[in-house]
Every structure is written in C-alpha cells, then in structure tokens.
C-alpha cells in the first residue's frame, strides 16, 4: 500500500502565504514525479504545480511567480510553498504521486485525502 498524507491549509487573507507538505509511505520502489492539484467548488480538478524526480517543474498560468515547489526525496515530500495568495486561489488541494512500488510494476498515480485552502478578500 502507498499513502500520501498531506497537511498545512487553511484560511488566510488575501495577500497571505502557506506551505503545504505531502509525505509518500508505504511500498514504494520509485517515485516518478509529485505534485499538487486544486478543486474548486463547481470547478474541474486542476494541476497546480509539479516535481519530477530529474528536478524538473511545472506550474500553472495562474500560480507562476507566486507558487514553488521543492521535493526532498529522501523524504518522499513535497512542499508548495504558495505565496501572494488571492481569493480565487480558494479550493481543496489534493496531493498527487506517480509512483512505481517495485521494478516489475507500472507506475500508478496516487492521490492524497485533500487539504482545504480558503484565502479571504
């Protein structure tokens, strides 16, 4: 079993920052890339921000220059750190992982339970 535990939302004003964290635990032989997706009420889940295992990173239009995201592989995290937070920033952030759990295996994507984040105008 894999699991992503996730932790840091909250409410914040406008203008605020968090940090959020996900942890990967479990049978894991590999993991391929981590990141972070944002549900909006009404709204399609959407990617936020992303780290590959090569270092490399994407962002969405709408959170570059204000999100980064770092990873700390030997400890299967990955940190958002979301600055200049705005209201339409608001939504449930769901860590995701694509994971391989041993070499004979695919990789599949993991989700986390979801973390609120409410900015306040």
């Known amino acids: 079993q894999v699991q992503l535990v996730e932790s840091g939302g909250g409410l914040v004003q406008s203008g605020g920052s968090l940090r959020l964290s996900c942890a990967a635990s479990?049978?894991?032989?590999?993991?391929?890339?981590m990141g972070w997706y944002r549900q909006a009420a009404g709204k399609e889940r959407e990617l936020v921000a992303s780290?590959?295992?090569?270092?490399?990173?994407n962002y969405a239009d709408s959170v570059k220059g204000r999100f980064t995201i770092s990873r700390d592989s030997a400890k299967n995290t990955v940190y958002p750190q979301m600055n200049n937070l705005k209201p339409e920033d608001t939504a449930v952030y769901y860590c995701?992982?694509?994971?391989?759990?041993?070499?004979?295996?695919?990789?599949?994507?993991?989700w986390g339970q979801g973390t609120q984040v409410t900015v306040s105008s």
């Open positions: 780290a590959s295992g090569g270092g490399s990173t």
């Open positions: 479990g049978s894991i032989f590999k993991i391929i890339s």
């Open positions: 995701n992982a694509l994971i391989q759990r041993n070499f004979y295996t695919s990789p599949g994507a993991y």
